[in-house]
């Protein structure tokens, strides 16, 4: 067994659970999830001269599924902005949802920063300076992206004013 697919089994029986849980929180559905999980670990092993370092990896893993969530989240909405050039738009019906599916709805509305950010925030408990520097972004714009995304969540959820603060 080469080197790379020992490190590859390790990292994956080790923080399998933890690297899905993530892409969970990002994608808001378990298929896309396993997508993306499958999507960084390919790009990632694909690239890199692996090390055994378990925790290095998963951190290279997690910020390929960061920035590919956010790369796929941009291209839908171009394809959504012209996709009625070249076909017919199809409805779609959904049934009453319960209290979680009513959230997942209000995170889809997010922009691919604010939500990333309220992931790398509340999911990761990252500090502000320490999202900022996973997006390549200042301060500043992370916290406004958690503003927006807070009152955007409020406001859906229909949160009391008092307890967004």
């Given at each position: 067994?080469?080197?790379?697919?020992?490190?590859?089994?390790?990292?994956?029986?080790?923080?399998?659970?933890?690297?899905?849980?993530?892409?969970?929180?990002?994608?808001?559905?378990?298929?896309?999830?396993?997508?993306?999980?499958?999507?960084?670990?390919?790009?990632?092993?694909?690239?890199?001269?692996?090390?055994?370092?378990v925790e290095q990896l998963e951190?290279?893993?997690?910020?390929?599924?960061?920035?590919?969530?956010?790369?796929?989240?941009?291209?839908?909405?171009?394809?959504?902005?012209?996709?009625?050039?070249?076909?017919?738009?199809?409805?779609?019906?959904?049934?009453?949802?319960?209290?979680?599916?009513?959230?997942?709805?209000?995170?889809?509305?997010?922009?691919?920063?604010?939500?990333?950010?309220?992931?790398?925030?509340?999911?990761?408990?990252?500090?502000?300076?320490?999202?900022?520097?996973?997006?390549?972004?200042?301060?500043?714009?992370?916290?406004?992206?958690?503003?927006?995304?807070?009152?955007?969540?409020?406001?859906?959820?229909?949160?009391?004013?008092?307890?967004?603060?």
């Amino acid at each position: 067994m080469a080197d790379w697919e020992r490190v590859f089994r390790e990292l994956v029986a080790v923080r399998g659970a933890s690297l899905r849980a993530y892409a969970y929180l990002l994608t808001g559905e378990s298929a896309a999830a396993a997508d993306l999980v499958q999507d960084a670990l390919l790009r990632v092993f694909s690239r890199l001269r692996v090390s055994g370092d378990v925790e290095q990896l998963e951190g290279y893993v997690r910020r390929a599924m960061l920035n590919q969530y956010v790369d796929g989240r941009r291209r839908a909405r171009l394809w959504r902005a012209n996709r009625h050039l070249l076909v017919d738009p199809v409805e779609h019906h959904d049934d009453d949802q319960a209290v979680a599916d009513e959230v997942r709805q209000a995170l889809a509305t997010l922009s691919p920063k604010q939500r990333a950010c309220v992931v790398l925030r509340y999911y990761e408990d990252l500090t502000v300076l320490e999202i900022a520097d996973q997006l390549d972004c200042a301060e500043g714009t992370v916290k406004r992206h958690l503003a927006d995304a807070r009152a955007k969540l409020a406001t859906q959820l229909a949160v009391p004013e008092e307890t967004t603060r």
